[in-house]
């Protein structure tokens, strides 16, 4: 039974709060401070306004809700329960445990329900602007069958993280109607009160970014806080943010203090908690009688909504069979028939290009294929050239249907909003200079984590920028990409490889990275019968040689075929290895690796960077010619030349190892 004082949303409110703390005190590990005080906006959302089916939680118009602080993780899988989602309680109790789908912070395709993976501050934030992009572009394109709304909750560290500022910004330009953030503002961070570092009038920093702001200054006054959602619901051109004042820790004895925020209350705190929000038991993952009829309800709701939207989309796909069609293969996460026949037909005169300029030639042949390829630059697309030509920028008054973002001089963000784009079904990309990759890191980092198909596009790889010297000269950073797990890092050698690199890039539906030249490198026409199929392998035989193994990638590739040709001069012979992507090539079985690097041949590594990570390729007798220091500036090809890339230097390591 339940208290006759308590209202039934009070009440299931509070069972939201308990199933929190006794995850958190069960796992004695987590954060419970955050779910005691943010439950009722948890609650308001799901049960008074998102549209959701638990039974079908990747129905495509459905709502999006992100917990942008991630640690607060237990309440938002006590809602998935509540609500009918496939998350029993036994996973509650497992929270934090090995095997179990309720790990420390949500996961993306792990738990049914969670949206994207949070937990670094300000993430999901961003995440959630990028999914408003998509959907206000998918509306343009197909109509009202796509039409939703995104709804978050933010702490205060994530308002603190730049990601979310430079997110926040580009939401309010762009005016995002439909999306709807609420502020848990308990003034509490995990080392105390945020006055110590954060007093900004945050009410005003947002009216200034452009959003719709609303403040509620009792985070339990539920008629008021339903009244400001209702409101912000209503507001179509602008991005709205709730300030709700909620207590950290509320009702506990810690309620108001930081020691509520990252540690268990303890069992007495817990009792005594529950005691004051008047709960019926003190017993841990107890739900009051009644309320496994909330679960029946929210897949009651769930199955007629998704219904009603299957039977217009019959109807949809009877007027549309075209867009019908396309839609549901952006649905499905697939590929048109086709789509790389256009790229497979380019074709490059002998010569220098940069792959930088192949690269756009290509990104537009994908373009033309895949209409919902969406993305742009860190106000770098003249340099980067990753833009749709012909396509028209993204915007929502003038241009809906553009498919180039402006995403301006806010890289980290550009990385989470191209992530969030991807989690409603658009591919999407992301381009600035690699020497910034670093502003994004978090981003491309998650990217992979969560398994979503964003491709980051990066130009100006090496030395050869040249003039600006060290600061934009990336040295480390090819190789910093390398180790995130499960990144692909493609750095084509010309214009073939770099059409074959995002065959495979795209193909995948993998995170990667496309890693360009900015200076002009020979077209290898005369390797083209073996460039495709290599490239598909991650790294391949480009010219053939017993004496050595030449390794190279990216522009070192033209630098190792010319040492090649000098060693012949000498009487070696050399075999030019080349590796596009050496996350593909040593996924490949040991028979081809072998194949492609014999053990007992000797290898000399050749990349313009650190050449520390080039190593279990199958010889112990290894040297690398690389760059372990930081550059100069002047002209590209004399700081190329000053710090050893030079043919001399490659045959002077090959010949040291063949014993010459």
């Given amino acids: 039974m339940r208290p006759a004082d308590a209202s039934t949303d009070e009440l299931m409110i509070n069972v939201l709060r308990c199933l929190s703390m006794d995850m958190v005190q069960a796992a004695n590990s987590g954060h419970p401070g955050l779910p005691l005080g943010a439950a009722p906006m948890a609650y308001t959302l799901y049960s008074k306004f998102m549209r959701f089916d638990p039974a079908r939680p990747d129905w495509f118009n459905r709502d999006r809700f992100i917990l942008s602080p991630g640690h607060g993780s237990s309440l938002l899988y006590s809602v998935l ?14 929270f934090r445990q090995l095997g179990s789908k309720t790990p420390g912070h949500p996961e993306v395709g792990l738990t049914a329900g969670v949206e994207c993976t949070t937990g670094p501050l300000g993430q999901g934030f961003a995440n959630g602007v990028g999914m408003a992009i998509a959907e206000r572009w998918l509306n343009h394109r197909f109509g009202d069958i796509v039409n939703h709304k995104v709804y978050a909750i933010v702490s205060d560290g994530d308002l603190m993280e730049g990601v979310a500022v430079e997110a926040a910004s580009l939401a309010g330009h762009l005016g ?30 947002f009216r200034a970014m452009g959003w719709h702001v609303i403040e509620v200054a009792d985070g339990n006054d539920l008629l008021t806080l339903n009244h400001a959602v209702e409101t912000a619901r209503n507001e179509n051109t602008k991005p709205s943010l709730v300030i709700v004042k909620t207590i950290i820790g509320f ?36 739900v009051p009688e009644g309320f496994e009829n909330v ?23 009877s007027e549309n069979p075209e867009l019908a069609s396309e839609l549901s293969c952006l649905i499905s996460g697939g590929l048109p028939a086709g789509w790389s026949d256009e790229v497979r037909a380019l074709k490059w005169d002998d010569g220098k290009v940069a792959t ?127 180790i995130i797990p499960g990144l692909q890092v493609f750095r084509p050698a010309d214009a073939l490889e770099t059409a074959a690199c995002y065959e495979v890039a795209v193909g995948s539906g993998r995170a990667s990275a496309l890693v360009l030249t900015r200076q002009g490198v020979p077209v290898l026409n005369a390797f083209s019968d073996r460039i495709g199929t290599g490239v598909a392998h991650g790294g391949y035989v480009l010219a053939e040689g017993d004496d050595i193994a030449l390794i190279a990638c990216g522009s070192e590739v033209g630098l190792a075929l010319d040492a090649r040709a000098a060693l012949a001069e000498q009487g070696i012979g050399a075999r030019v290895v080349s590796v596009p ?34 190593l279990g390729l199958g010889a112990s007798n290894r040297s690398a010619v690389g760059i372990n220091r930081f550059g100069e500036s002047a002209p590209g090809d004399t700081v190329y030349a000053h710090l050893g890339m030079t043919v001399d230097h490659v045959v002077d390591a090959a010949k040291a190892l063949v014993g010459r």
């Avoid at 090539?585 to 081809?592: C, G, L, P, R, S």
Wanted: proline share 5%.
């Fill in 81 to 94: 329960h509540q609500f009918g989602f496939d998350l029993p309680l036994d996973e509650l109790k497992q």
């Fill in 176 to 205: 995002l109607g439909n999306l709807i953030y609420l502020y848990d503002s308990n003034d509490i961070s995990l080392d105390g009160p945020c006055d110590k570092a954060y007093t900004e009038n945050v009410g005003a920093k």
């Fill in 251 to 286: 009702a506990s004895p810690l309620a108001g203090s930081s020691k509520s925020h990252g540690a268990p209350l303890g069992l007495e705190n817990v009792a005594s908690t529950k005691q004051a929000l008047g709960y019926p038991s003190t017993e841990p993952f107890f």
């Fill in 295 to 317: 679960a029946a309800e929210a897949r009651n709701k769930g199955t007629a909504l998704s219904g009603e939207w299957d039977e217009r989309f019959a109807a949809f796909q």
């Fill in 356 to 482: 930088r300029d192949a690269g756009q030639a290509v990104l537009n042949a994908v373009a033309n294929s895949v209409p919902w390829v969406v993305g742009g630059t860190a106000d770098l697309g003249s340099s980067t050239k990753a833009v749709i030509k012909n396509s028209g920028d993204f915007s929502i008054g003038n241009q809906p249907d553009g498919r180039n973002v402006w995403f301006g001089v806010r890289e980290h963000a550009m990385g989470a909003i191209v992530n969030g784009m991807c989690l409603s079904g658009l591919r999407s990309f992301g381009s600035t200079f690699l020497v910034f990759s670093d502003y994004m890191r978090g981003s491309i980092r998650l990217a992979s984590l969560s398994h979503l198909s964003s491709l980051f596009i990066f130009s100006h790889d090496s030395v050869f920028v040249g003039e600006d010297g060290p600061t934009h000269q990336p040295v480390e950073h090819v190789e910093s990409l390398r």
């Fill in 581 to 614: 992507c050496r996350e593909v090539f040593m996924a490949q079985d040991e028979v081809y690796r072998l194949a492609v690097l014999p053990m007992g041949v000797p290898q000399v590594v050749v990349e313009a960077g650190v050449t520390s990570g080039w």
